[in-house]
C-alpha cells in the first residue's frame, strides 16, 4: 500500500508511524534503526527530512511576544578552551533566546553577541512596550529608549532572582537544549540550525501530543 506520509517510499506506512514515535520520544537514530530493523543511514535520512520539517513548521509559527520577556544568549559548540574565559570563548556558536514566560521561545544564531547584533532580533520579535528581563551584559543597554520596560538581573554581583526579576525560564530552555544534544554525542555545523530549531519546536509544544501533531501534517504534506 502507498505510504502517504512518504513520498516515493520504501518503507511501508506502519513502519514509518513506528520510526516518527521513536523519533517524538527522543530516540537516537542508531537506537531507533535497530528497533525498526532499518539500516542506520536510512533511519537517518528520515529523521534529517522530521528535522527539516519541524524547522520549518518553528520558523512559521513565530510570532512576536508581548507580556514578559526573558532575554539571553547561550553559546553552543566543543568544550571551553583552557585558558579562554568569556563570552564567545573557545570558538563556540552563539544564540539568543526570547522566552515568553507562560509562553514560547525564540531562537537565534548570532555572528556575535554585540548590540548590534542581538538588538535587530529582540526589535523584530518582541513588540514595543514589552517587560523585558536581561543578565548585565552590555548590548542590552538601550532597551529603555527602544520602548521596552527593561528589568536587570547582575549575575556577576551574584544576583540570581530577586522575585519577578530573574531568566530562569530561558537558562532553563539552554538546559534542555544542551541536555538533548549531548546524547548525539556532536553534530556537524551545518546541522546545528536544523537540531537548535528542533528543541525550541519540542519546547513550544511540550504540551501536545508531538506524534499526532506531526502526523497530521505530513498527512497533508508529505515528506
Request: aromatic share 10%; proline share 2%.
Amino acid at each position: 500500500m502507498k505510504n502517504k506520509y512518504i513520498k516515493h517510499a520504501h518503507i511501508s506506512e506502519g513502519l514509518f508511524r513506528r520510526v516518527l514515535k521513536l523519533f517524538c520520544a527522543d530516540i537516537p537514530a542508531r537506537t531507533t534503526g535497530g528497533l525498526a530493523g532499518l539500516s542506520v543511514q536510512g533511519t537517518q535520512q528520515l529523521y534529517d527530512g522530521l528535522r527539516l520539517r519541524i524547522m520549518e513548521l518553528a520558523l512559521a509559527e513565530a510570532r512576536p511576544f508581548a507580556g514578559e520577556v526573558e532575554i539571553d544568549e547561550s553559546y553552543f559548540g566543543a568544550r571551553r578552551v583552557r585558558g579562554k574565559r568569556g563570552r564567545g570563548a573557545g570558538g563556540k556558536t552563539p544564540v539568543i533566546g526570547l522566552l515568553k514566560r507562560g509562553g514560547k521561545v525564540f531562537t537565534e544564531i548570532v555572528e556575535n553577541c554585540s548590540k548590534q547584533a542581538l538588538m535587530p532580533i529582540i526589535k523584530g520579535q518582541v513588540l514595543s512596550a514589552t517587560t523585558v528581563y536581561t543578565d548585565g551584559w552590555k548590548s542590552y543597554d538601550g532597551l529603555v529608549l527602544g520602548g521596552y520596560k527593561h528589568h536587570r538581573i547582575h549575575h556577576h554581583q551574584n544576583q540570581f532572582a530577586r522575585g519577578k526579576n530573574h531568566v530562569n525560564g530561558i537558562e532553563s530552555f539552554w538546559s534542555f537544549t544542551k541536555l538533548r544534544l549531548a546524547k548525539l554525542r556532536g553534530i556537524r555545523a551545518h546541522y546545528f540550525f536544523l537540531h537548535l530549531k528542533e528543541s525550541e519546536w519540542r519546547f513550544n509544544h511540550r504540551h501536545d501530543n508531538l506524534y499526532l501533531l506531526l502526523l497530521k501534517n505530513l498527512r497533508s504534506n508529505p515528506l
